[in-house]
């Protein structure tokens, strides 16, 4: 087994934990819970369950966006088609000036 293969088993293991550990919170919380001296009821509980992984994949998605805008909007544009066709045809003309040259030597 490779190095990359033992990292891909391992995070494919955590993930399959984390999504039953998620799933068992959300189906299974107590009437009542207290958390940081507060006493959140079922309901709130489970808002949070669910507010806050669609938070953080919300800031995730919104990140790759802006990280996408951007690399856009600091790249360069690329050149026109006309120019490399132009380009292409000098470098062309190019190495058959040299071939004659060489022929003629």
């Not at 999504?19 to 107590?30: D, E, H, K, N, S």
């Amino acid at each position: 087994m490779s190095k990359d293969q033992a990292i891909g088993g391992v995070i494919f293991i955590v993930c399959v934990i984390v999504a039953i550990g998620y799933f068992v919170a959300l189906a299974f919380t107590p009437d009542v819970i207290t958390l940081l001296g507060l006493k959140w009821d079922i309901w709130h509980a489970r808002v949070a369950l669910i507010a806050i992984p669609m938070a953080i994949a919300l800031i995730a998605i919104l990140g790759i966006g802006a990280w996408i805008g951007w690399t856009m909007a600091t790249t360069p544009p690329p050149k026109p088609i006309e120019e490399l066709e132009a380009e292409e045809k000098k470098e062309e003309e190019k190495a058959e000036e040299e071939k004659t040259e060489e022929k003629s030597k």
